[in-house]
């Protein structure tokens, strides 16, 4: 099922960020309109994901699995409709490594012990708190005194990529006032279908796409289970063959907090 989505009060720069990333999504009939005070609105249709959730349920439950194998190689395609299928077949497979799963327990307890502010937000913004908790713990450790953006303070406007934000408003930002910021910075707020393979290619496009195109599996993903062993960025565009990501990826907590 197919579904609208409107952003309004853009930048230039946001603008052409979003509409970066609803291309990615596979978002079709993209308009840019200007608007008031130098801003633009975007819109666009999204097309239905073979994948497509129809309810909240099916959002929080256990995926059935569909395959165990994981994917024999990562496929360098940003197109989502290219990749939903391994998204599907790495989760599926995805096992957390036993030496990680004491940190893996530490780091979900911590997510849900922040569950009614990512549902108080989620539920405002169409969102899965879920979805919301993991970006929270990988971009600041679950931290409420920190941007959802990339885990700058909120007693400023953020100063690494993306810089500035949230633009409306003065610092201090509440939490909930950032997240909302970025979120829809991103695209995210409106959409209508939050399966697990589109939840995946939003995380992975939250975080950046360089790990895909140099068929790489992410660690924003993967990290501690058994499809990911080492190499990362350590900076902004500069990537380490041999570092080892520190924490749990998403598609991993995913399904531990679906496991409960």
């Not at 999504?25 to 308009?31: D, E, F, T, V």
């Not at 971009?139 to 007693?155: A, I, Q, V």
């Not at 995210?188 to 796409?209: I, K, P, T």
Request: charged share 20%; proline share 7%.
């Amino acid at each position: 099922m197919s579904h609208d989505a409107r952003l309004e009060g853009l930048t230039a720069a946001d603008a052409l960020e979003v509409e970066s990333e609803w291309k990615q999504l596979g978002a079709i009939n993209i308009q840019r309109t200007p608007g008031p005070g130098g801003t633009f609105t975007l819109t666009c249709t999204f097309p239905g994901s073979p994948f497509a959730t129809e309810n909240a349920a099916q959002v929080l439950a256990p995926v059935p699995a569909v395959s165990s194998v994981p994917p024999s190689t990562i496929n360098k395609s940003t197109n989502f409709a290219d990749i939903a299928d391994e998204y599907r077949q790495s989760f599926d497979s995805c096992q957390p490594r036993p030496e990680r799963g004491a940190a893996i327990d530490a780091t979900c307890a911590l997510i849900k012990q922040g569950r009614a502010r990512y549902e108080a937000l989620g539920n405002k913004l169409g969102i899965p708190w879920m979805f919301i908790g993991i970006i929270h713990s990988l971009e600041s450790s679950c931290n409420f005194k920190l941007h959802l953006h990339n885990g700058d303070p909120l007693t400023q406007r953020t100063v690494r990529v993306p810089a500035g934000r949230p633009i409306a408003g003065q610092p201090p930002f509440t939490w909930e006032q950032s997240a909302e910021d970025a979120l829809r910075m991103k695209g995210f707020v409106g959409l209508a279908d939050w399966s697990v393979a589109s939840m995946l290619f939003r995380w992975e496009s939250y975080n950046g796409m360089g790990y895909r195109t140099r068929g790489l599996p992410s660690p924003y993903l993967w990290s501690f289970s058994n499809l990911y062993t080492k190499g990362r960025f350590v900076a902004d565009h500069q990537f380490d063959p041999n570092a080892v990501s520190g924490q749990a990826g998403a598609g991993l907590l995913l399904k531990e907090l679906q496991a409960g």
